[in-house]
Nanobody, 122 residues
Framework: QVQVMESGGGLVQPGGSLRLSCAAS????????MGWYRQAPGEQRELVAL???????TSADSVKGRFTISRDNAKNMVYLQMNSLKPEDTAIYYC????????????????WGQGTQVTVSS
């Protein structure tokens, strides 16, 4: 049983900051990439930032220079520091984890958090 849980969403004014946290827990044999996706109303879910187990980062052009992704491998946690927030950043943010749940599991699997609402408005 694997659980992915986010926290840190909320309401913030344009130009403000938020820090999202996510922990993967339960049966985790091997943890690969972790990251963040978001979905705005009427839009498709899109990648915000992804970080591999080795620290390689992929991020959307729209957030480069403003958002920073990091992870703590010892804690199975990933973070998203969001600065200079804009109204267009308003979305539900989902934590993503790609992992192998046990030694008996052949494949890596995708796991998702429940989502946390980020609203940027004055």
């Amino acid at each position: 049983q694997v659980q992915v849980m986010e926290s840190g969403g909320g309401l913030v004014q344009p130009g403000g900051s938020l820090r999202l946290s996510c922990a993967a827990s339960g049966s985790i044999f091997m943890l690969s990439s972790m990251g963040w996706y978001r979905q705005a109303p009427g839009e498709q879910r899109e990648l915000v930032a992804l970080i591999s187990s080795g620290g390689t980062i992929t991020s959307a052009d729209s957030v480069k220079g403003r958002f920073t992704i990091s992870r703590d491998n010892a804690k199975n946690m990933v973070y998203l520091q969001m600065n200079s927030l804009k109204p267009e950043d308003t979305a539900i943010y989902y934590c993503y984890a790609h992992l192998r749940p046990s030694s008996s599991s052949i494949y890596f699997r995708e796991y998702w958090g429940q989502g946390t609402q980020v609203t940027v408005s004055s």
